[in-house]
């Protein structure tokens, strides 16, 4: 049972005859095209060959990739971490952290070491330690990458909850407990995430009388990511979303709901310092359309910052799929 989170730590052992190169980059979290370079350059490849054209790497081939990923997450030159991960763990070796050539270090030092260069994110997908490798070196293209592949295979839903999350909430544990380092890691992430969404998604569905969501922060709230990842995850269904992001004023925000006649209306709150009980009553008391017919959105309050500040009578979503379901209940009535 593996009982570290560490993103350093190795997956699953190598099925049958060991991994495909494409399954040794997604478990890194690094382009396929990275562990040919690696491979070529500097002699990082697999040790044993098997019949056919495709080279298969062993637990041991893996383990030299994997103190390449953290060699160099740490600023390491490549030619140097390579040098140093060949070094350290060679063919017959298993344990990847035991070197050859110096004692190894007691364990509470070996622990703040791992600590510097890595995210603790426990039992998660293993598309999550590649994610979190990823954004750990910066490394734009194979963040793309990987973010794609797990909202293809996944869905836009589970892909937020199962892997994108966790490795965000590993990234702000790791700041939050750095003394403000790695807040580049966390802003670097989510402006990724924030691509991802729009090369992915469908595109936003055509307005039906109704059915239109209204999405936007409250005034003074700026977190826009987890409103994107809901307004995709509509779109992804084919209902209509407008999405008016960050900070929207109060002003603007109840022309908005009067111009679309939504049949939702999303308000994100982070923190309670931003969430209004007064303007989530004033928006779910607006009406429109024709005496006799007259029609109320119903009002969505999303977000932690609701937690204690919860308005009687106005539903409060416990997560994206929560949201998704109750835009869906309203909208396909």
């Known amino acids: 049972m593996r009982t570290d989170g560490d993103v350093e730590e190795s997956g699953?052992?190598?099925?049958?005859?060991?991994?495909?190169?494409?399954?040794?980059?997604?478990?890194?979290?690094?382009a396929p095209t990275t562990v040919?370079?690696?491979d070529r350059r500097y002699g990082l490849g697999p040790t044993a060959h098997t019949g056919g054209r495709h080279r298969r790497w062993t637990d041991a081939d893996v383990a030299r990739l994997e103190r390449m990923c953290a060699l160099t997450a740490t600023g390491l030159p490549p030619a140097?971490?390579?040098?140093?991960?060949?070094?350290?763990?060679?063919?017959?070796?298993?344990?990847p952290r035991v070197t050859r050539t110096a004692p190894s270090p007691a364990p509470a030092a070996r622990r703040r070491s791992r600590a510097g260069a890595g995210l603790r994110l426990?039992?998660?997908?293993?598309?999550?330690?590649?994610?979190?490798r990823a954004a750990l070196r910066l490394d734009a293209a194979a963040l793309d990458e990987l973010l794609g592949t797990a909202m293809e295979e996944h869905g836009l839903v589970t892909a937020w909850t199962e892997v994108i999350v966790p490795t965000l909430q590993a990234v702000g544990r790791k700041w939050e407990s750095s003394g403000e380092r790695y807040v580049e890691v966390e802003h670097f992430l989510s402006w990724h995430v924030s691509g991802a969404l729009r090369r992915h998604a469908p595109p936003v569905a055509a307005d039906r009388p109704g059915a239109t969501t209204v999405l936007a922060c409250v005034p003074a709230e700026n977190h826009t990511l987890p409103l994107e990842v809901l307004a995709a995850a509509l779109a992804e269904r084919g209902l209509p979303?407008?999405?008016?992001g960050g900070a929207l004023p109060v002003e603007s925000l109840v022309a908005?709901?009067?111009?679309?006649?939504p049949v939702a209306v999303g308000l994100w709150a982070q923190s309670r310092t931003t969430a209004s009980r007064p303007l989530a009553q004033h928006v779910a008391a607006m009406e429109w359309g024709v005496r006799g017919a007259r029609r109320k959105p119903v009002v969505l309050t999303l977000g932690p910052g609701w937690a204690g500040q919860a308005v009687p009578g106005?539903?409060?979503p416990q997560g994206l799929a929560e949201a998704v379901t109750a835009v869906e209940s309203v909208a396909l009535r």
């Open 12 to 30: 699953s052992a190598p099925r049958g005859g060991g991994l495909t190169t494409g399954e040794v980059a997604r478990r890194l979290g690094v």
């Open 36 to 38: 040919r370079t690696w």
């Open 80 to 95: 140097e971490a390579a040098r140093l991960a060949l070094d350290e763990v060679t063919p017959d070796t298993p344990a």
């Open 122 to 132: 426990g039992d998660v997908r293993q598309e999550c330690r590649g994610v979190a």
């Open 241 to 244: 979303v407008r999405m008016f």
């Open 256 to 261: 908005a709901v009067r111009r679309t006649g």
């Open 314 to 316: 106005l539903p409060r």
